[in-house]
């Protein structure tokens, strides 16, 4: 189990993080979304102890990373696939990485054969495909077996046939008990590989919760066509409507239900044409919610003052 | 059984990371050639040049730095390996990956510290002792040589292995330090090579307070069988160039602990 507390992450005069709180469940896929520059990355460095937070903390099973006395036995991370040494073996890679936290050598064996890479163990890491090392890099989170495992945009630069064996093996991980927090900027993947969504901005938490109760709560629209728009628009504004135009000949509703739409046209003398509940996509719903971060933040960095 | 990390535990990880890329093989063979080679090279230019050699200079002769003198070169290589050690690690990113695993960084230092110094030190020894047993039989005939049998030959020769690894351990604290290969390499030259050419700007009478202090000529004091007279002794010059060491390694080690990776 991570939990993050009040965490506070600044580099100069950059805000990475900022009061991020919060905790991820064993036994579910916990997705972590934000726009790209969002403190993704950051947090995740800072629950693996690499980066030292301004203030607060990250735990994981109760106690800082560095106290952990075999980290790879609880914790397996991969925060970036080409992060090896090029020149070195997929297997001597693992190796060392094993013998650190004396894993025998013959796990190394079994995680290369799990992730499909036994064939190009003996080859030098420098030549592997995006998709290759992201094998290895799983094959490393695997070694010590750990109860808790973090994964930094795994899908990144994969083909769908990888994509696809990546979200059944989050699932299998879940299904086993095991704690499972994948960070994504893209809120299609999440929809269909996490149980859980905690969503970033600016290195705020926006939300939390799962994908049903994340898109029942945002707003949806109905889309109406009406004999009489210019009065339809009025009346549907003194109610609290929030209208746009849909499109040359509709209308786009929200804050109103279908059922007021229709009362509040009946009784304006408006005849409806169409009306139409629009469900919001879970890609409204983040383009809703991240609207206000990624508007200041299309450069990637922000600076605070 | 004991699962748990330890410092033995990182010691086995380091040692097959070192000895599985081709760097260090590289420059452990460059370090071979240079000291032996270079070493053979300018003992056989003496020999063939002893009759033009003044009788002064015949008298102050030393067949043992002499045929090592191919440490001038091969420290380089040294440099290379000890820097290489920490920086590939950032070049890569790999240092993220070893620190998830490692995340005691003392513990990452020390592991890695007793890598390069143990392996380093048997190298560098084998090298030496290669190097002298090669020079002197160039020299047998003609020139005069040392024998082993003599204490301060035997300290000469292992204190050029020791110099040599005490380079090692700088270059890698200086890598901890500056985190990029070639700004570190650049440093190192700079330290061993450049800093006596910059001195020589210096008036004499303050040089030969100062000069005496450098990596480089405290080297040269430890690899002498005979101390010139207002030099540091050879065991001096070791103890100011451990001490050298360990403060570059003792702020590389708390810069290290300090920052984020
Ligand atoms: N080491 C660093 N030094 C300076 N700024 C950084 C560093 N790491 C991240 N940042 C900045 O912090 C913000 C968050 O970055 P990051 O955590 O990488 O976001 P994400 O992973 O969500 O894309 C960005 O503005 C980024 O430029
Ligand atoms: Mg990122």
Request: charged letters at 20%.
């Amino acid at each position: 189990m991570i939990k993050i507390e009040h965490l506070t992450k600044r580099y100069g005069d950059t805000l990475a993080v900022d009061d991020l709180d919060f905790e991820v469940r064993p036994g579910v896929i916990t997705g972590f979304l934000g726009p790209n520059g969002s403190g993704k990355s950051t947090t995740m460095r800072v629950i693996l102890g690499l980066d030292h937070p301004t203030k607060g903390r990250a735990t994981v099973k109760g106690q800082d990373y560095a106290s952990l006395r075999a980290p790879l036995h609880e914790v397996g991370a991969l925060l970036d696939a080409k992060a090896v040494h090029p020149g070195r073996t997929a297997r001597n890679h693992l190796r060392a990485l094993a013998a650190s936290n004396r894993i025998p050598f013959a796990r190394v064996d079994e995680v290369l054969g799990f992730t499909g890479i036994d064939s190009v163990a003996n080859k030098k890491v420098g030549n592997f495909s995006l998709g290759m090392s992201q094998r290895l890099g799983i094959a490393g989170a695997l070694l010590g077996d750990p109860e808790v495992l973090l994964f930094d945009e795994p899908v990144n630069g994969l083909d769908p046939e990888g994509i696809r064996w990546i979200r059944d093996f989050f699932r299998s991980l879940a299904n086993e008990g095991r704690t499972v927090f994948v960070s994504s900027h893209l809120m299609s993947e999440m929809a269909v590989t996490a149980d859980q969504i905690i969503v970033i901005g600016r290195g705020k938490l926006i939300t939390q919760g799962s994908i049903d109760s994340l898109t029942a709560t945002a707003k949806g629209s109905v889309f109406v066509r009406a004999s009489d728009h210019e009065k339809l628009i009025s009346v549907l504004k003194t109610h609290g409507g929030d209208v746009s135009e849909a499109n040359d000949e509709a209308l786009s509703v929200s804050d109103l239900t279908s059922d007021q739409i229709g009362q509040i046209a009946f009784d304006a003398d408006v005849v409806l044409f169409e009306l139409t509940p629009q469900r919001a996509s879970l890609e409204d719903v983040f383009m809703e919610l991240t609207a206000d971060s990624v508007e200041y933040g299309s450069s990637g960095a922000r600076n605070e003052r | 059984m004991n699962a748990d990390m330890s410092l033995g535990s990182v010691i086995r990880s380091e040692w097959i990371k070192f000895r599985t890329v081709r760097s260090t093989l590289t420059g452990v063979f460059v370090m071979f050639i240079l000291t032996i080679g270079l070493g053979a090279l300018i003992a056989w230019a003496t020999r063939s040049h002893w009759q033009t050699v003044s009788t002064a200079d015949q008298v102050t002769f030393d067949p043992v730095s002499t045929s090592l003198i191919g440490i001038v070169f091969s420290q380089f290589a040294i440099g290379v390996i000890g820097s290489l050690l920490i920086t590939s690690e950032y070049a890569s990113g790999l240092i993220r990956t070893t620190l998830g695993a490692v995340p005691k960084r003392l513990m990452l230092v020390s592991g890695k510290l007793v890598v390069l110094i143990a392996s380093m030190f048997v190298v560098t020894e084998v090298a030496c002792f290669a190097a002298f047993f090669v020079g002197q039989s160039i020299f047998s005939g003609v020139v005069p040589t040392a024998s082993l049998s003599s204490t301060s030959v035997v300290r000469a020769v292992i204190f050029a292995g020791l110099y040599l690894t005490i380079l090692a351990v700088v270059s890698f604290s200086l890598g901890l330090i500056v985190r990029h290969s070639a700004a570190t390499i650049g440093i190192f030259v700079t330290i061993v090579l450049i800093l006596p050419l910059i001195s020589l700007a210096i008036p004499e009478s303050w040089r030969v307070h100062i000069v005496k202090f450098e990596p480089s000529e405290l080297g040269n004091a430890m690899t002498s069988v005979v101390t010139p007279s207002g030099d540091l002794s050879a065991s001096r010059s070791l103890l100011m160039l451990v001490i050298y060491a360990v403060v570059v390694l003792g702020a590389g080690a708390l810069l290290f602990q300090r920052r984020d990776a």
